[in-house]
């Protein structure tokens, strides 16, 4: 499914389909035409659309589905886009549905229903993030344990796949290429949240930026966004404990001018102190968030000058110094 509207000089596009939603729309996609800077920020974990049959297999859904949510990181996401005329790209599948920064072989097949008499050496060999519980399908949870209360059927995977993993990355891997035809390069912000962390002996970072230790984002662009938080006096730390996942590593092509870092944002910045609805730092955030944007824009438009962005990448870049 896919149903595309023109509104002004934008583009809104909402594709896929969420199984068990008739007519619910696995994402949406909405954009400048033409595009106003070179960024896309993505937003794969912050959907909200769950089918009454998933909840009514989870063990403990309130409390699952909250942690396994970057919750209202869309929310943030879209201020942003709305202040900065970014592309944005939010998937509205839960992640307890299927997790979009997982590669579709990561799966722990013992949470599947398998036909009588199949042999277990028949089943391909569960990816490094399905064993930790956390693959295409979450499993477990520290501190809760199964996310499930029974096995689901193969055709279940098909059906997720198919209507919300294949499409949502087809209309990334476009909207990036058109970015990049655009600019001459392009850049995916892949945002995501993470709880609060605790350090020994130094102050926890508020944000983890990540780009699978140099391969997936310019250095220039890296410089430029450790430059913003430290002009504001916020911590970030790179790559560790979170260095990105199959997003950065299916779509980032630097060579090719597609540049992808993924942010990690501590909820405690954002929301309130039971980490489930906006808090008071939440307008704040997206300011802050919006001047990084811009910043890493202009950089990603000055690296497309010379890649077929010509005139338009680098008067734009002069203009928004």
Request: hydrophobic share 45%; proline share 8%; with cysteine.
């Amino acid at each position: 499914m896919e149903r595309e509207e023109l509104t002004g000089d934008s583009a809104w596009v909402e594709g896929g389909e969420v199984p068990g939603l008739p007519g619910a729309a696995a994402f949406v996609l909405s954009r400048g035409e033409p595009s106003a800077i070179p960024v896309l920020i993505a937003v794969p974990h912050a959907g909200r659309l769950y089918p009454p049959a998933l909840v009514e297999r989870m063990r403990n859904p309130g409390f699952a589905a909250l942690r396994l949510e970057d919750r209202y990181v869309d929310r943030l996401a879209r201020g942003v886009a709305a202040a900065t005329g970014a592309g944005l790209l939010i998937a509205q599948a839960p992640r307890a549905m299927i997790d979009l920064n997982r590669a579709t072989d990561d799966v722990d097949w013992d949470m599947f229903i398998h036909a009588e008499g199949t042999p277990p050496e028949a089943l391909p060999t569960p990816g490094r993030r399905a064993l930790s519980g956390l693959g295409l399908i979450p499993r477990r949870l520290p501190g809760i344990g199964e996310v499930w209360k029974r096995r689901h059927d193969r055709s279940e995977l098909d059906a997720r796949i198919a209507g919300i993993h294949e499409p949502y990355h087809a209309a990334l891997a476009e909207a990036l290429d058109d970015l990049r035809d655009r600019w001459g390069a392009a850049l995916l912000l892949d945002l995501h949240s993470m709880p609060p962390l605790a350090l020994r002996g130094a102050p926890p970072p508020e944000f983890v930026v990540g780009d699978r230790f140099g391969a997936t984002c310019s250095g220039a662009v890296i410089a430029s966004a450790f430059a913003w938080f430290a002009e504001n006096r916020r911590i970030a730390a790179h790559n560790r404990p979170y260095a990105g996942g199959y997003v950065l590593e299916r779509h980032a092509r630097p060579r090719r001018q597609v540049h992808a870092l993924q942010l990690e944002i501590d909820r405690a910045r954002y929301l309130d102190s039971r980490l489930a609805e906006p808090g008071p730092g939440f307008a704040g955030m997206i300011e802050l968030l919006a001047g990084l944007v811009r910043r890493l824009a202009v950089e990603v438009a000055t690296l497309g000058t010379g890649q077929g962005g010509g005139r338009r990448a680098g008067g734009w870049a002069e203009a928004a110094e």
